[in-house]
Structures are given as structure tokens and as C-alpha cells.
């Protein structure tokens, strides 16, 4: 089975940056992750989609985080990053990974960001 290890979350100042790292790990010797994504969870919120990266390397992002945030990854290691920059209050969230466009891994604990003054 699938599993998905968030790290790199905590608490930043209002306009410093995080690198998070998601590590995938799966079944076989050959496993890859398919086109991935970051999500993010705030409270009281629904997740919703933060940056994906297809195998063409495509990237999108959700408008709140253009031009601060960059994912990519590193197939040798299975691990995709989100290098966040510039944060502001309202990124303070739990942070996953997962599949794109659909979710179809387990989800993993997620990493908690917050953002204070």
C-alpha cells in the first residue's frame, strides 16, 4: 500500500518562507508517484487543492498562492516540495500531498503550518 509522509510544517513569521517534503513510499521496487499535488486543510475549512505538478511538468496553482508558492520533486527520491514564501496568515493550515487530479492515495497526517506576527 501507498504511503505518504508529510514533513517540514511549523510555525513562521508573517512573510517567511517553509519547504515542506512529501516522501512516498509503495509497493515493488519500481513504484513512482503518479502526478502529485499539495492540499491544505485550515480549520473550520474544506481542503482544498494549493499546487499540482504533472509528469509533463506542468505546474498550477490556486490563485491565493501564485507567485509565492513552487512545487516540484525529485522522481530518484520520491518526494515532491512546496517551497512557500512570502506567508501570510491565512496559509496557516495542515499541508498533504497527494495523487492528481484525483486523490487516490491514503492520505498521511499532514504537516501543520502556521503563520503569526
Do not use: H
Amino acid at each position: 500500500q501507498v504511503q505518504l509522509v508529510e514533513s517540514g510544517g511549523g510555525r513562521v513569521q508573517i512573510g517567511g518562507s517553509l519547504t515542506l517534503s512529501c516522501k512516498g513510499s509503495g509497493p515493488g521496487t519500481g513504484f513512482v508517484l503518479n502526478d502529485m499535488a499539495w492540499y491544505r486543510q485550515a480549520p473550520g475549512k474544506q481542503r482544498e487543492l494549493v499546487a499540482s505538478l504533472t509528469e509533463d511538468r506542468t505546474r498550477t496553482y490556486a490563485n491565493s498562492v501564485r507567485g509565492r508558492f513552487t512545487i516540484s520533486r525529485d522522481n530518484a527520491k520520491n518526494t515532491v516540495y512546496l517551497r512557500m514564501s512570502d506567508l501570510k496568515r491565512e496559509d496557516t493550515a495542515v499541508y498533504y500531498c497527494n495523487s492528481f487530479p484525483m486523490s487516490y492515495y491514503p492520505w498521511g497526517q499532514g504537516t501543520q503550518v502556521t503563520v503569526s506576527s
